[in-house]
Each structure stands twice: as structure tokens, then as C-alpha cells.
Nanobody, 122 residues
Framework: QVQLVESGGGLVQAGGSLRLSCAAS????????MGWFRQAPGKEREFLAA????????NYADSVKGRFTISRDNAKNTVYLQMNSLKPEDTAVYYC???????????????WGQGTQVTVSS
């Protein structure tokens, strides 16, 4: 069992930056691949980024490639999402999730955080 808690969301102006954190409980964090997703009102949950167990491999959605960076610190049981050049269309609830495999589809992720709101003003 893994419990995930996101933090770092908030209100930011367009063009600004935020760094989201996701703290995981338990001693098995390094055995999971991690991902970030978001969901805007009235829209489906969208994959943003994934990172392998060691952090050596990453994968990004085209919508955030070059602007967002996923990273992890296994010693701190934490995964991060650095978000730069934010746009109003990035406004959503952001979720981290843990999976047994390095995947991009939400249904393959076993554990989810409660989400953190990111609002980007124009």
C-alpha cells in the first residue's frame, strides 16, 4: 500500500512557474514508477509525465514537453513536477500516481493522491 500526498499547487500568473511535490508513505516508493496527471472541469484525466523507478527514464505528453519536468528523490520518497511557462489552459487539479510499470494510461496506475489545484490567471 502506498499513500500519496500532493502539495505545491496554487494561483500563478501566466508565464510563471510552480513546483509540485508528491510525498509517498512506505518503504517501497523506489519500486514504483510514478506519474503526474491533471483534470480540468468537464474534461477527462490527462497524462502529463511519467518517471521510471530509478529516474533514468521519463516520458511527457506533447502538451507539456519542454515546459514541465518530472523528477524523483527516492531517499525522500518524493516525486516532483516542475512547471514553467504556465498557461491559463494548464488550470486543473493535478494528481500524482504510482504504478508497477512505466506507463502513460491512468488505468494502469494503482495508487493516487488527493490532488492539488493549480490555477493560472491570464
Amino acid at each position: 500500500q502506498v499513500q500519496l500526498v500532493e502539495s505545491g499547487g496554487g494561483l500563478v500568473q501566466a508565464g510563471g512557474s510552480l513546483r509540485l511535490s508528491c510525498a509517498a508513505s512506505g518503504r517501497t516508493f523506489s519500486s514504483y514508477c510514478m506519474g503526474w496527471f491533471r483534470q480540468a472541469p468537464g474534461k477527462e484525466r490527462e497524462f502529463l509525465a511519467a518517471i521510471s523507478r530509478s529516474g533514468a527514464s521519463t516520458n511527457y505528453a506533447d502538451s507539456v514537453k519542454g515546459r514541465f519536468t518530472i523528477s524523483r528523490d527516492n531517499a525522500k520518497n518524493t516525486v516532483y513536477l516542475q512547471m514553467n511557462s504556465l498557461k491559463p489552459e494548464d488550470t486543473a487539479v493535478y494528481y500524482c500516481a504510482a504504478a508497477q510499470a512505466f506507463v502513460v494510461v491512468a488505468w494502469r496506475y494503482d495508487y493516487w493522491g488527493q490532488g492539488t489545484q493549480v490555477t493560472v490567471s491570464s
